[in-house]
């Protein structure tokens, strides 16, 4: 099998694309390195990484032209700055607009779209929630924009499957509580934990429905979830755990900001149905994985798409 990666070098990308070899498939990726770093994937004969934008509608055309992926996988997504509207709408409206219109254009058999569950609000009408759930977007800037991407997706009439995800965590992720609660305690400073839940699942479980979707199975929109959440300060504490810290500061416990929501537990059970049971990762192997990767590799900042104030 052929298969375009966008964002690659990211962290659902790269180990995607990392069992895709695997198996034996040929890879193409395209990442501008915005939050990914080209470290992530090594070098491999089948492998061919692009580093540029999928905003360039004309090296789009020209890499699915060339290519003939038999699935498109378009993890790209821009998010780092809850201001930057201007970035956001370049990736994921226009450079998703641009992959899905190649994709059509150069008959790619499917497409793989990852979807925040930001896409339902940040006040959802039941929980935990089910697909029909309305589209209630405008809310952040990720959202809406990754929102619209997902819009397009639906109606272009291509053979598509649509990853709704919950917080997708472990080795390669930049972006959320996990780096940041990591980079802090390493550094001594003092972390902020909110009176919130969520549901973490580990990057390589989704990675291994993403490659049954390309083969084929599915359609439509699916929520990627355990559907069982955790309280983040439950994560902070893996997070001491595995670092193996002995003294530590005190975390500061507020309430959840104006931007952020208590929960949003994703409904998993279209999921089970069609692509089967899946064995999810306990968090604390999740997380030991994850600050494996960062005492190697560092993290790259604080990143998150939630306007609440960085503390120094
Ligand atoms: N990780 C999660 O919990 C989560 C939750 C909901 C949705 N998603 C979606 O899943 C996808 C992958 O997320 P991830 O966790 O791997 O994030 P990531 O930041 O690790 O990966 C995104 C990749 O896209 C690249 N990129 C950004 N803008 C680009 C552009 N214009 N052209 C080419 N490449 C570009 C980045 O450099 C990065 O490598 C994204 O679409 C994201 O919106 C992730």
């Not at 375009?4 to 395209?30: A, K, P």
């Not at 790209?76 to 059509?104: F, L």
């Not at 975390?251 to 999921?271: A, C, M, N, V, Y």
């Amino acid at each position: 099998m052929k298969a375009f990666v966008t964002g690659g070098c990211g962290q659902i990308g790269s180990h995607v694309i990392e069992m895709l070899l695997e198996r034996g498939d040929e890879v193409l990726t395209i990442d501008n390195l915005a939050t990914g770093r080209r470290e992530h994937l090594e070098d491999h004969n089948n492998l061919r990484v692009v580093i540029g934008t999928v905003v360039d509608k004309k090296l789009i055309d020209e890499l699915v032209s060339d290519f003939r992926p038999d699935v498109l996988i378009h993890t790209a997504a821009s998010y780092k700055d809850p201001e930057d509207w201007y970035n956001d709408t370049m990736t994921n409206c226009v450079g998703g607009a641009n992959v899905i219109t190649a994709a059509k254009a150069f008959g790619v058999g499917r497409f793989i779209y990852f979807q925040t569950s930001l896409c339902y609000g940040l006040k959802p009408l039941h929980q935990p929630i089910r697909l029909d759930h309305p589209k209630l977007p405008a809310t952040s800037s990720y959202a809406i924009s990754k929102t619209t991407n997902e819009d397009y997706l639906q109606i272009s009439g291509l053979d598509h499957v649509i990853f709704r995800l919950a917080n997708v965590v472990g080795p390669r992720n930049v972006a959320g509580p996990l780096p940041i609660f990591y980079q802090r305690l390493r550094d001594h400073k003092p972390c902020f934990i909110t009176r919130s839940r969520r549901d973490f699942v580990f990057v390589k479980d989704l990675a291994h429905i993403v490659l049954k979707a390309c083969d084929g199975m599915g359609y439509g929109a699916y929520h990627f979830s355990s559907g069982k959440d955790i309280a983040i300060k439950d994560l902070y504490d893996a997070v001491v755990k595995a670092m193996k810290l002995e003294e530590y500061p005190e975390p500061e416990i507020r309430d959840i900001g104006p931007d952020d929501t208590f929960s949003i537990l994703l409904d998993p059970s279209r999921t089970f149905a069609d692509f089967g049971e899946i064995k999810f990762t306990s968090i604390e192997e999740t997380v030991s994985s994850a600050i494996a990767y960062y005492e190697k590799h560092g993290t790259m900042g604080e990143y998150t798409h939630l306007r609440f104030e960085k503390k120094k």
